[in-house]
């Protein structure tokens, strides 16, 4: 594994890498998302008990879903980060926070306004959406202690460490404010998959949910790949190879 | 050449200096107990004097209180060795790290906690907080302040080569800090209705160990980032 792997702590590597890589996600993505959103939002039937705005759970699902998704993924790439000193890692770090920030504010907002109809408040201080919240400010701590360096290699790497904390505090954050209070329901997708005799959700709307995060998790993983690349190019702009390739590209 | 002293009398070795140069600038210690008491007289004023809500609200204000006046005081821990180049020669000892910051952390929470200690059933007493408490509040005082000074160590260390760390210190450890805030107000409200706060305390208990445990490793990967 590591003899496959080791090549793509050089920059070119995963430069070129991202870019075959992209449109096998940004393409499929863009479809399978739109796929998912007509889906959901125009065809699947109506709930019994919420009517039509339930249907923002197909935006709202798979944002919260992948915003601790791509904490994770930030997690691992500060981990490689720390421990093997991979540039091309503490890149992928700042790649991938700002994304996550934005999946997580996405599902907060959209959280916002599907509470107002549904427990007649914009926001209230149930479980899910505090523990949504501090997931937020984590996001903005690794941005802001990245930013507040004037060397990005130092920033980068403390960025990295704080994630890594941040990860091992994610649980106890996530058990504590469940312990607190809730008013939110349980999550339904791990009802309706794992009670397969008696789903929670009837097929009609788990299908596009599923194709919905499915969606979700393309188009955010292709705007970090184009991200990292950014970064790559930023970073190696005086370097040989990126030179001689930005040069071939803007012929 | 390894030294001839063993872990233990390097680490006394240690605190005993940590103690002494904050004694050399009492006031640092004594301003954010001062901010802590200012803080909590705040409260009565802004919410109204009503016992029953004074009550209510104890538990609360006297932790989120403790906390900012944890990171008022948390800088202490590294900037000045910072500046003068000690913290360089403690990365250098001949020592493993993470021993070096543990006699930090105990030493500093010591210095902070303590006062805190002594100080706690005054703000017990000026928000009336009910007789039944005051046991408990301190108790998770004594619980909870260890995580204040490890996991702040941690932030501190990132943060000790900026300038202007102290709104992003606050930003940093804040979210990281508010399983401990839940815990110990859920324990002393449940002291405060007659029901045992066993659970919470036990899983107060549980933070500071893990903290205590992991902090200083975390904490040396954040200086040797921070020293360069």
């Given at each position: 594994m590591w003899r496959w792997l080791h090549?793509?702590?050089?920059p070119e590597a995963t430069y070129r890498l991202n870019k075959k890589l992209l449109p096998w996600f940004a393409i499929p993505g863009v479809v399978i998302l739109t796929i998912g959103m007509i889906w959901g939002l125009a065809f699947a039937p109506p709930d019994y008990?919420?009517?039509?705005?339930?249907?923002?759970i197909f935006v709202h699902v798979p944002s919260a879903f992948w915003a601790m998704g791509f904490y994770m993924g930030m997690a691992i790439a500060a981990l490689s980060a720390v421990v093997w000193q991979i540039r091309t890692a503490e890149w992928a770090i700042l790649a991938i926070a700002p994304v996550g920030a934005v999946l997580t504010l996405i599902s907060l907002f959209t959280g916002a306004v599907w509470g107002?109809?549904?427990?007649?408040?914009?926001?209230?201080?149930d479980a899910r959406l505090t523990a949504q919240l501090i997931l937020f400010f984590l996001y903005l701590g690794v941005m802001a202690l990245y930013a507040a360096f004037e060397d990005e290699r130092t920033g980068a790497k403390a960025a990295g460490i704080l994630a890594l904390i941040g990860v091992i505090n994610i649980p106890i954050i996530h058990y504590s404010v469940y312990w607190w209070n809730t008013l939110h329901q349980q999550s339904t997708i791990t009802q309706a998959i794992t009670r397969f005799e008696k789903p929670s959700m009837a097929p009609e709307m788990l299908w596009p949910l599923l194709v919905s995060i499915l969606g979700f998790l393309l188009v955010s993983s292709a705007l970090v790949i184009l991200r990292l690349n950014n970064e790559i190019l930023k970073r190696e702009v005086r370097r040989p190879w990126a030179q001689t390739l930005l040069l071939k590209e803007n012929r | 050449m390894a030294s001839e002293l063993s872990v233990g009398s390097q680490v006394r070795a240690l605190m005993r200096r940590e103690f002494r140069v904050a004694m050399r600038q009492r006031s640092d210690l004594m301003n954010p107990i001062l901010f802590l008491l200012v803080v909590v007289t705040l409260f009565p004023l802004g919410v109204g004097p009503e016992p029953a809500t004074l009550a209510r609200i104890a538990p609360g204000v006297i932790w989120v209180s403790a906390l900012l006046s944890a990171l008022l005081g948390l800088e202490r821990l590294f900037r000045d060795d910072f500046s003068d180049g000690a913290l360089e020669q403690m990365l250098l000892?001949?020592?493993?790290v993470e021993w070096a910051v543990l006699a930090k952390i105990i030493m500093h929470w010591l210095l902070t906690a303590v006062p805190l200690l002594i100080l706690a059933p005054l703000l017990a007493l000026l928000l009336n907080?009910?007789?039944?408490?005051w046991g408990t509040l301190w108790l998770s005082l004594l619980l909870g302040t260890p995580v204040l000074s490890s996991v702040g160590a941690i932030g501190v260390a990132l943060t000790v080569?900026?300038?202007?760390g102290g709104a992003l210190l606050s930003l940093l450890l804040l979210p990281l800090l508010i399983p401990l805030l839940i815990f110990a107000t859920a324990a002393v409200e449940t002291a405060a209705t007659g029901?045992?706060?066993?659970g919470p305390l036990a899983l107060m208990a549980a933070i500071t160990v893990l903290a205590l445990v992991l902090s200083p490793y975390a904490v040396h990967a954040a200086l040797r980032v921070s020293v360069n």
């Open positions: 090549p793509y702590a050089k008990q919420q009517g039509e705005s339930y249907r923002i107002k109809p549904m427990w007649g408040t914009w926001w209230e201080w | 000892m001949p020592m493993a907080l009910p007789k039944e408490a080569s900026l300038n202007k029901l045992s706060p066993a």
